[in-house]
């Protein structure tokens, strides 16, 4: 399967702008061959998580999922985007969403950890573990951003059945480490393919690293970015996490009942 992930810069509260920018990327992916397009975390709002909160109506919310379904089915292709999610308790999270070639919704996500003080003003961290759907014939699953960067998310996945990890994120410069050590880290440990999709330049004042990468299950780089805007695209062999787990068994042989009693 043929993954592309979207390295960009949006435009902070220009959903439209934003969009359209999603939707040339959706049609440069489809026409390569790719079967799904990772976008980055809150891109169709930017990522300014005060200016979202405080300027983003929720009865717009719909609309934006629409259109973004919509860019989907119209170029057959399945996408990965992020957008507020506002609980019927009134809470509001950082969400992802999978929507396949159809338009249909397979899979939503929020974010457990939030980072910072502008996130934790604006959103609630979530506590549901990452779920895992069957996305033609791979085990999906997604986290976002700064979950990634605990094992405990990236592990939860990979127990669940997870082969193939989609993260939209929104990682800031100086964070160089995380992209190129951190997740080829966590996609060995967990022995899965992590596709992490980040933006470019700046936005509300926050610049942002790039750096965009897509790791296979034994750690290998399978492809990267620099800082630039771009597609990234690289080929997830169905069979990659299986030969991984069957070599070196991190996942069968775990001792979870020993690491609770050490955590008491």
Same mark, same amino acid.
């Given at each position: 399967?043929?993954?592309?992930?979207l390295?960009?810069?949006?435009?902070v509260?220009? &959903?439209?702008?934003?969009?359209?920018?999603i939707?040339e990327?959706?049609? *440069?992916?489809a026409?390569? @061959? !790719?079967?799904v /397009? #990772?976008?980055p975390?809150?891109?169709?709002?930017?990522y300014?998580?005060?200016?979202?909160?405080?300027?983003?109506?929720?009865?717009?919310?719909?609309?934006?999922?629409a259109?973004?379904?919509?860019?989907?089915r119209?170029?057959?292709?399945?996408?990965v985007?992020?957008?507020?999610?506002?609980s019927t308790?009134?809470?509001?999270?950082?969400?992802?969403?999978?929507?396949?070639?159809a338009?249909?919704?397979l899979?939503?996500y929020?974010?457990v950890?939030?980072?910072g003080?502008?996130?934790?003003a604006a959103?609630?961290?979530?506590?549901?573990p990452p779920?895992?759907v069957?996305?033609?014939?791979?085990?999906?699953?997604? &986290?976002?951003?700064?979950?990634?960067?605990?094992?405990?998310?990236?592990? *939860?996945a990979?127990v669940a @059945? !997870?082969?193939? /990890? #989609?993260v939209p994120?929104a990682?800031a410069?100086g964070?160089?480490?995380?992209?190129?050590?951190?997740?080829?880290?966590r996609?060995l440990?967990s022995?899965?393919?992590?596709?992490y999709?980040?933006?470019?330049?700046?936005e509300?004042?926050?610049?942002?690293?790039?750096g965009?990468?897509i790791?296979?299950?034994?750690?290998?780089?399978?492809?990267?970015?620099?800082?630039?805007?771009r597609?990234?695209?690289?080929?997830?062999?169905?069979?990659?996490?299986?030969?991984?787990?069957?070599?070196?068994p991190?996942?069968a042989?775990?001792?979870p009942d020993?690491?609770?009693?050490?955590?008491?």
């Amino acid at each position: 399967m043929l993954l592309a992930l979207l390295q960009a810069n949006a435009l902070v509260m220009d &959903v439209d702008a934003n969009c359209a920018a999603i939707d040339e990327a959706a049609g *440069a992916a489809a026409a390569a @061959g !790719a079967a799904v /397009l #990772l976008t980055p975390e809150l891109f169709p709002t930017g990522y300014a998580p005060g200016r979202v909160r405080a300027e983003l109506k929720p009865a717009a919310l719909p609309g934006i999922r629409a259109k973004l379904a919509g860019i989907a089915r119209r170029h057959g292709i399945g996408l990965v985007y992020s957008l507020p999610r506002v609980s019927t308790q009134g809470e509001w999270h950082i969400s992802a969403t999978l929507v396949d070639a159809a338009g249909n919704n397979l899979l939503t996500y929020d974010k457990v950890h939030l980072f910072g003080p502008d996130e934790r003003a604006a959103f609630h961290p979530a506590a549901r573990p990452p779920a895992v759907v069957n996305f033609l014939g791979i085990p999906t699953s997604m &986290v976002i951003c700064y979950d990634v960067e605990f094992p405990e998310s990236v592990r *939860a996945a990979a127990v669940a @059945g !997870a082969e193939l /990890l #989609l993260v939209p994120t929104a990682l800031a410069h100086g964070f160089d480490d995380v992209p190129q050590v951190l997740l080829r880290a966590r996609a060995l440990e967990s022995q899965l393919t992590i596709a992490y999709a980040n933006h470019t330049g700046v936005e509300e004042g926050c610049r942002f690293l790039g750096g965009s990468v897509i790791a296979g299950p034994d750690g290998t780089l399978l492809a990267g970015a620099g800082a630039d805007p771009r597609l990234v695209y690289a080929e997830v062999d169905e069979g990659a996490a299986a030969r991984a787990r069957n070599q070196i068994p991190y996942l069968a042989e775990r001792r979870p009942d020993v690491y609770r009693s050490w955590d008491s």
